[in-house]
């Protein structure tokens, strides 16, 4: 049961865990919808905007993400420097 439940958690987790790419894409979709409907772009056009918007959404917050850890990643480098034995440590 609590593996079912670790699964469901990754699962959801997928969805909302990065609120801006689900915000974005929504607004990226009702915009591009709104403009083929109202007969300002036609179907394929807004099919490529949304292709290439998902796109720009995605590697954006993949950006996001690697430099949250790189940040983290330096951050606690810096903090095992810092508390290393006086033998070890660099100048």
Known sequence: MKILRMALNEIIGMFID????????IALIAGV???VKLG???GLTGACL???GC??????SVAR???RKVKGLIHTQSLDRNHAPESTRLP
């Open 40 to 42: 300002m772009i036609g």
């Open 18 to 25: 990065d609120g801006a790419v689900a915000l974005l894409t």
């Open 55 to 60: 796109l720009i959404i995605l590697a954006e």
């Open 33 to 35: 919808g709104l403009m």
């Open 50 to 52: 949304l292709f290439l």
């Open 65 to 67: 993400v690697a430099r």
